[in-house]
């Protein structure tokens, strides 16, 4: 059997195996009686209802968006989940919410005992698996901070892991990149906490694998795919394998085994990217694929249908230019530009009334600008084979918008968060090629006086 077979091998053998077990935890949590869980969901629920589902934290910061609605659908998809029918109610993902009814309210509606006449099937709502056993000890904003706490201590020991091994000025920036993104909303909504939260303990547990090489990588980031797609929604779901494959690159580029030949290193870089990102993405699809081929032997056609529909509409889906259905619709040129500069307008303080597409291209040019003006005047030689790589992982989130350009142009104050492995990349690049650079002419200058 020849080497490349034997690597497609494992990818699939990881892939399957971390399904099944994402198929059985969720089914056992199924299995946790109601009861447990009716004290910590009501005050839940009354503390949603009390703040609303999209309260605005920060005066009218369009970036301090605190997403109420997404915690609420899951809590209320959770207490529904039958335990003498696990694997069914978790499949169909049912909840309560009767028309014209307030979220919080079709949650209480749930725990009073109304039956469930929703269904959210096209996604796992995997996070189920934590946040039920938690809910018993715990209401949904001491989990919030709990999700927070953990997301952000990963992310600075997986930050403090490579600056130990040598690239510090990289830790440097991907932590300066963090706290432009609003860290703090991590500790007060799910919705944004549970990708980061995977993607950092996903870099945790890569940095510290002993096979770091794309052999030991791929099977990983296969697994890692199935599970962003079991707990996610669709938020900043490829940060999961963004921010663990630059924070390799980052490792690999300061490591004495790193190519020397700057073509093959671009090419070796770029490929690493590639292969794994392939194998990232085929997890996230095939758990996808799972779902639709399960509901599909128990639900109705309707419900196999709108699931994939949905998830077309995610992709090119009309867009409108307002809040409304009666608002018109935006073109496709509006749509895709919109998909991005909405997400570039969530990294600066801009009011949810004034967003413009001049309040994120001007201050993003500007700065661009200003970054490249300091390459160009102080660079010596710039190394390629480190940054072409990086500049791949830093161009993604701007194709994902693109990609998904309905969804990123709605949810841009969720989605925008993954601009921060772009940010980091910029930073890096900027300090390494103009500042770094000043300081080795500056101590060469010293050593030859």
């Not at 997404?70 to 335990?83: A, F, H, R, T, W």
């Not at 700057?262 to 794994?276: A, D, R, Y």
């Amino acid at each position: 059997m020849n080497s490349g077979l034997k690597q497609i091998i494992k990818v699939l053998m990881s892939t399957v195996i971390t399904m099944i077990c994402c198929v059985l935890l969720i089914t056992f949590t199924a299995l946790i009686p109601r009861n447990l869980l009716k004290e910590n969901t009501l005050k839940s629920a009354d503390y949603i209802s009390e703040k609303g589902l999209f309260p605005l934290l920060i005066g009218d910061k369009i970036n301090s968006v605190q997403d109420n609605y997404s915690d609420c659908c899951i809590l209320d998809i959770i207490y529904c989940m039958d335990p003498e029918h696990p694997f069914r109610s978790a499949m169909l993902a049912e909840y309560v919410q009767q028309y014209g009814e307030k979220m919080a309210d079709g949650l209480k509606s749930a725990i009073a005992g109304v039956e469930p006449n929703v269904e959210y099937g096209r996604y796992w709502h995997g996070t189920s698996v934590l946040l039920t056993p938690m809910l018993i000890l715990m209401p949904i904003q001491v989990i919030r901070i709990v999700f927070g706490i953990l997301a952000t201590l990963f992310f600075l020991i997986s930050c403090g892991i490579v600056f130990k091994r040598g690239n510090k000025a990289f830790a440097v920036c991907m932590i300066i990149a963090f706290l432009l993104v609003e860290p703090w909303m991590f500790f007060l909504s799910l919705e944004y906490s549970t990708a980061f939260l995977t993607s950092t303990v996903a870099s945790f547990i890569l940095l510290l694998k002993k096979d770091r090489s794309d052999k030991g990588t791929m099977p990983f980031f296969a697994a890692v795919g199935v599970v962003i797609f079991f707990v996610d929604f669709l938020t900043t779901e490829t940060l999961t394998f963004l921010l663990p494959m630059l924070l390799l690159l980052a490792e690999r580029a300061v490591s004495e085994d790193s190519e020397k030949d700057t073509k093959k290193g671009i090419l070796s870089g770029c490929f690493s990217v590639i292969k794994n990102g392939a194998c990232w993405f085929a997890g996230y699809a095939g758990m996808f694929a799972l779902k639709i081929i399960i509901l599909v032997s128990m639900a109705d056609n309707d419900v196999v249908s709108a699931s994939i529909s949905e998830g077309f509409f995610r992709l090119g889906g009309e867009t409108r230019l307002g809040n409304t259905n009666l608002a018109p619709e935006a073109t496709p040129l509006v749509k895709l530009s919109g998909a991005v500069w909405h997400n570039l307008a969530c990294l600066y303080p801009v009011d949810s009334g004034l967003m413009l597409p001049y309040s994120a291209w001007i201050p993003t040019f500007i700065i661009l600008a200003i970054g490249l003006a300091l390459v160009y005047l102080f660079h010596d030689k710039i190394d390629h084979k480190k940054f072409v790589p990086m500049a791949m992982i830093a161009f993604l989130p701007i194709l994902r918008f693109l990609v998904l350009a309905n969804h990123s142009y709605i949810h841009f104050f969720i989605t925008y968060r993954v601009l921060m492995v772009s940010i980091a990349v910029f930073l890096y690049y900027v300090y390494e090629n103009s500042i770094h650079s000043l300081i080795l002419r500056k101590k060469k200058k010293q050593f030859r006086s």
